[in-house]
């Protein structure tokens, strides 16, 4: 895990920020965001012609909801997932997409994120 290779510590510069017009000061800290926040990856390959995976994590095990858009918004796939706390990843073929830009968006629970990919013939 990358986790275990990275630290950061105060012992040769102060691990702080400073914020805000009175400088007010924050502690700053390495943490491994995939088992606690929700995000939304790119996809890999990109720009793909027959098949990508898209990366995405959780807070808490969850129902996810995956849907592919037109650029005009037509919605061209969904997809429903079950999807689990930290990473998760689902692989995307063409089928039924248009060649060009598509966008994707992910929804669980209260979270909504989106992103757009390239799909090439």
């Known amino acids: 895990q990358l986790s275990d290779l990275i630290g950061m510590n105060s012992s040769v510069t102060r691990a702080e920020a400073y914020i805000g017009e009175d400088l007010e000061v924050i502690n700053l800290e390495l943490r491994n965001s995939s088992a606690k926040d929700f995000s939304l990856s790119q996809n890999e390959p990109n720009p793909f012609s027959e098949q990508t995976t898209i990366g995405y994590s ?20 969904v997809m429903s997932l079950d999807g689990e706390r930290g990473a998760n990843t689902v692989s995307l073929d063409t089928k039924g997409l248009t060649a060009g830009v598509v966008y994707y968006k992910l929804e669980a629970g209260a979270h909504t994120a989106t992103k757009h990919m390239i799909v090439i013939e």
């Open 58 to 77: 959780l807070p808490e095990n969850s129902a996810v909801t995956l849907t592919l858009y037109d650029v005009t918004g037509k919605v061209m796939r």
